[in-house]
């Protein structure tokens, strides 16, 4: 009977088990997506090799962990300790490649052992005779359509294909390998590394030589090599956002199948009370409405088990993602998916089962079925009338088509506000250009050379040059800190607004922002540490651009030390002396500075590669707020028709033409979409205001909102209610009045 049930509205089952498909398809790819990261970051650790692994303390990720290759000769005379390897590893973007990861060893040490030559050969341990040598991994080569003998350009840097290898990890068959001293090189870091592995010489003493290089240095993080990956701070951000989005797609599709059971029990409801009056019990009627909410969300989920996979598949082989991104499942996802799938089932289903078990035979057979529940309104003509004709799947749908909005809303609003914070904190301080490093994947990893700012300072145009330095920290204190380092006496920090204490004076002194006070209950004169220095608070300030809005400042000389950059910045503030002859300025010193990208202040943020990536994601959900949006609700507008059936075979039959049908459903569709969207407005607002209270990233987050953002919102409703209306409209169009009257 369940099976048969399901099958009886062949079109809702169908657009209910999409709906719960494109759900889990959420949760598997974002899932995996996170879990293949991990094993990425375990495979370069294990792979190699490693027993242990070491990285500066607090550094937020191994690509931003800096320190002294010397630590290395030290580590290797620890008892225990059989050999070391130092390892440089950081993101560029070339020919089109958003993300290459390019990996620095030194030829001589373990580590390289790793990389399998499946074409060429290996790197000379001497350098190349021929010029500057690089390995590419397998799938990097082929997105770049490389071959051995070929040439890449990294940066100003030509360098020349040597080798090709394979390891079996995704993040280095993705990446490429150079020596450690040309990484240095490339990415300005002389005789300094991300990591340094450790084997040690028996592994039943793995804990004891943990402890004694623990304890004899303090300014590194030492980890197994096996628990390297769930250690670190920025992959465990990126499950986190994975998961909040998941969540969203999962109740999103929860909601549309708990409208599909429910109208459905609505449908039955003469059904049920024959089954009642026949001595059904209660409990056989819920369990049979749950047992066909638990066999919907099982197709519902294979389906987007599968869906997901494939886009995994699509992402691992895509040339832009395919360095980072590879098709993994880890247990536990297999196991969260299916608990998903199960949840949704219960969830959906739990509400629809209890009210069938709850009607008595006797009111279940008086159940004239097409007439609402019990909700009328008093005005607003036939349309609206129909829209809440079914209080309760208005409502769900409200909710479901919603939360779809609110996503777009909340995340539009945040980077609304990062922008603007951006631009507020440049106009303030009158700044006319930005300049960062070109080519870098990520603004936290620009490196530009203080020489070149000097250079640019000496133009005639230039009025004065401001250099900034930031990075993120973390701790157990500290989950997520950003530290920005100004010159005290540059024109840049004096965008802050000092409400308690002073503004910096000298070394070893920290400016906090208020949110940042207000979180970690610091005050001025309490101290904090920073990657193993401690910092005096000396202050504590308002404004500011993002950065600084979500954590600390520092001197620029303290910042270079701790993030181990000393003479660079990240990038470069500018004045002109006369801001009209901005396009001169920036045409010569992208002339004279290749390995700088400068763009006007108000055009910096929308050029940064991390706003790049932003909007590429946002279009992502655009797309999946639609997809599933839009499923939901060709349910709901296509459920409501079946009900009224008959009363749109009395309107053919009182005259009303084929148009006229279509296009009072077409109106009741982009209506409730309307309607959805002005929901999830108010929603998405308070999710992007409730973002902004949350401890320690508060102050990161200030939405603003553009009439921009709106008006897109308003074409994402108005295009869900067209597709969500187009089929029911026509079926209800091509309606014979002679059967659509019979109909029961």
Known sequence: MILKNILHRKVRSLLTVVGIGLGVMVVVALGGIGDGLVAGYSGVVTGSGNDLMLIQADAYDITTSNFGEEIAAQVATVPGVRAVARMLVNFVSTEGLPYVVVFGYDPNEYAMEHFKIIEGHTLSAGGGRRGKEILLGKSSAEHLDKQVGDTIRLFESTYRVVGIYETGVGLEDGGAVMTLDEAQK????????????????????????????????????????????????????????????????????????????????????????????????????????????????????????????????????????????????????????????????????????????????????????????????????????????????????????????????????????????????????????????????DTSLSTIDERIGQRIAAMPQVSNVSGMIFGMVSSEELPMFIVTGYHPNEYAIQTLSIIEGQSLRGSRELLISRSSADSLKKGVGDRLRLMDTMFRIVGIYEGGGPFEAGGGVISLRDAQTIFGRPRQVSMYMIKLRDPAQADAAIAEISQRFPKVSVSRSAEFVEKMPDMESMNAMMGAIYFLAILVGGVSMMNTVLMSVFERTREIGTLRALGWRRRRVLWMILREAVLLSLFSGAAGVLLGMGLAWLAGQAPMVGGFIQPAYSVELFVQVGVVAIVLGVIAGLYPAWWASNLNPLEALRYE
């Open 186 to 441: 490339l990415f300005q870091k002389p005789r300094k590394v991300s990591g340094i592995g450790v084997k040690v010489k028996h592994i039943e003493e793995l804990e004891v030589v943990q402890e004694r290089i623990r304890r004899r240095f303090s300014d590194v993080s030492v980890s197994a090599a096996g628990d390297f990956a769930s250690q670190q701070q920025a992959l465990t951000l990126v499950k986190g956002m994975a998961w909040a989005i998941s969540f969203l797609a999962v109740i999103i599709g929860g909601v549309g199948m708990m409208n599909t059971v429910l109208m459905s029990v609505f449908e039955r409801t003469r059904e049920i009370g024959v089954l009642r009056a026949l001595g059904w019990r209660r409990g056989r009627v819920l369990r049979m409405i749950l047992g066909e909410s638990l066999l919907l969300s099982a197709v519902g989920g294979l389906f987007g088990f599968a869906l997901g996979y494939g886009v995994l598949i699509l992402l691992a082989e895509a040339p832009a993602t395919g360095s980072l991104i590879q098709a993994t499942f880890s247990p536990d996802l297999v196991v969260q998916t299916l608990l998903v799938i199960g949840g949704l089932g219960v969830m959906a289903g739990a509400y629809p089962a209890w009210r069938a078990s709850q009607l008595t035979p006797l009111e279940a057979l008086r159940y004239e079925g097409g007439q609402g529940d019990g909700f009328r309104l008093p005005f607003g003509g036939m349309i609206l009338r129909s829209l809440f004709r079914r209080r309760t799947r208005t409502i769900l749908t409200l909710l479901g088509v919603g939360l779809g909005i609110a996503t777009i809303v909340a995340l539009g609003g945040i980077t609304e506000g990062f922008i603007t914070q951006f631009t507020d904190a440049f106009s303030k301080g009158g700044t006319d250009l930005v300049a960062r490093e070109a080519d870098v994947a």
